[in-house]
């Protein structure tokens, strides 16, 4: 069960104990003052917490080393959902998304390529149209882990995403583009641990 549909549920739950308090005749006057008055707070900050959920940010947690060294197991992060409402996509960017191959679950990756590039890796560096990009090629990863893939050119709506632990990520390598409109969002913010609290970049 999602966290909006939960959250939905315990607004639903609110509504019906609001009802029964207000029907409820041996409560004093005072006393079910008192209880609405906590069951309309509560209500509020639960449609509060749906729409920030929904349409501003979102809290995730990393479950896998796939994106090391930028996140690590045990990470949580600060997902702004309305961050490509203002902005384009950006090569670069790491983004939340729908799994392509089972849209109920969510990934993390890094935008490599973007409509009409081509893609390559050679020798484990990154290739967009021809060219390196040393900045999309992890600093310190493996050196021993060598990665050789396409070229593969990025179709209309579509992005090539990898983790920046190459030689341990699951990314389009594998499965394919991912549908641009399956992005949740862009990764923020690192908030847990207090150690590793700062930027995503």
Same mark, same amino acid.
């Given at each position: 069960?999602?966290?909006?549909?939960?959250?939905?549920?315990?607004?639903?739950?609110?509504?019906?104990? #609001?009802?029964?308090?207000?029907?409820?005749?041996? &409560?004093?006057?005072?006393?079910? #003052?008192?209880?609405?008055?906590?069951? @309309?707070?509560?209500?509020?900050?639960?449609?509060?917490?749906?729409?920030?959920?929904?349409?501003? %940010?979102?809290?995730?947690?990393?479950?896998?080393?796939?994106?090391?060294?930028?996140?690590?197991?045990?990470? #949580?992060?600060?997902?702004? $959902?309305? /961050?490509?409402?203002?902005?384009?996509? !950006?090569?670069?960017?790491?983004?939340?998304?729908? /799994?392509?191959?089972?849209?109920? *679950?969510?990934? %993390? *990756?890094? +935008?490599?390529?973007?409509?009409?590039?081509? %893609?390559?890796?050679?020798?484990?560096?990154? /290739?967009?149209?021809? $060219?390196?990009?040393? @900045?999309?090629?992890?600093? @310190?990863?493996?050196?021993?882990?060598? !990665?050789?893939?396409?070229? *593969?050119? +990025?179709?209309?709506?579509? &992005?090539?995403?990898?983790?920046?632990?190459?030689?341990?990520?699951?990314?389009?390598?594998?499965?394919?583009? +991912?549908?641009?409109?399956?992005?949740?969002? #862009?990764?923020?913010?690192? /908030?847990?641990?207090?150690?590793?609290?700062?930027?995503?970049?």
């Amino acid at each position: 069960m999602s966290i909006p549909v939960l959250i939905l549920l315990v607004a639903a739950g609110l509504v019906v104990l #609001r009802f029964a308090v207000r029907e409820f005749v041996l &409560l004093s006057p005072a006393l079910r #003052r008192a209880i609405l008055e906590t069951v @309309d707070a509560a209500l509020f900050a639960v449609v509060l917490a749906f729409f920030i959920i929904t349409f501003v %940010v979102q809290a995730f947690f990393i479950p896998s080393g796939s994106m090391e060294p930028t996140l690590q197991v045990g990470d #949580r992060i600060l997902v702004a $959902k309305f /961050y490509y409402r203002l902005a384009p996509i !950006q090569r670069g960017d790491v983004i939340v998304f729908r /799994y392509p191959l089972n849209p109920g *679950k969510d990934f %993390v *990756k890094r +935008v490599v390529g973007l409509p009409g590039d081509r %893609v390559e890796l050679r020798r484990g560096v990154v /290739y967009i149209n021809g $060219k390196p990009r040393p @900045d999309l090629t992890p600093a @310190d990863g493996d050196p021993a882990c060598i !990665q050789d893939y396409g070229p *593969k050119t +990025v179709t209309p709506g579509h &992005l090539f995403v990898l983790g920046d632990n190459r030689c341990n990520s699951e990314d389009s390598r594998f499965f394919g583009l +991912v549908p641009a409109r399956n992005v949740v969002g #862009r990764a923020l913010v690192i /908030y847990w641990p207090p150690h590793r609290i700062g930027l995503v970049r």
